[in-house]
């Protein structure tokens, strides 16, 4: 697994929403843009970590910022996600996880004690140029969205 480092380009992609639109990453050219890798629609991180993005939207959008979340699960999934939580941000699928993988967001991780090939729960800032501002690798859900919040701030004073 390759992590992406500050500073390099953010690998472009297309993938379907929950309402099986085609989104692309170079659709928000111009804007910073939060992309987030979670592993599954409907388990309690995921819930956690997707509930704290929406809750902040309005924040994010304020500082010209999209935020896309992204994980294997198809678009039926992440629409019954959406319509459960109310969830107000884009959700793309990536069944292949070709794109986590190009973000250094998939490959080995421990899960209960075994080593598992998997969603590693990653986040990236990428700069309305399109490189990468921040990562994000590992994290824990919980606060995760404020903290990526907290950094667009500091990176847009700079």
């Known amino acids: 697994m390759k992590k992406l480092e500050t500073g390099s380009v953010a690998p472009t992609f297309r ?8 989104f ?20 309690p991180g995921c819930t956690l970590e997707a509930q704290d993005f929406s809750a902040l939207l309005d924040e994010f959008s304020a500082l010209d910022c999209v935020v896309i979340g992204i ?8 629409n019954n996600f959406v319509t459960k939580y109310g969830l107000r941000h884009v959700l793309l699928c990536d069944s292949d996880k070709s794109i986590a993988s190009s973000y250094g967001a998939y490959g ?3 899960m209960y004690g075994k080593k598992v090939m998997g969603i590693i729960r990653s986040s990236f800032l990428i700069n ?10 590992n994290i824990r859900a919980k606060g995760h969205a404020q903290e990526v919040l907290d950094d667009l701030r500091i990176i847009q004073e700079k």
């Open 71 to 78: 994980s294997p699960d198809s678009p039926k999934s992440h």
């Open 108 to 110: 080995e991780k421990m």
């Open 15 to 22: 993938a379907l929403d929950s309402q099986n639109t085609e």
């Open 24 to 43: 692309s990453l170079a659709d928000f050219t111009g804007k910073y843009v939060v992309v987030y890798f979670y592993p599954k629609d409907n388990t």
């Open 128 to 137: 309305p140029q399109g490189n990468i501002a921040k990562t994000y690798y």
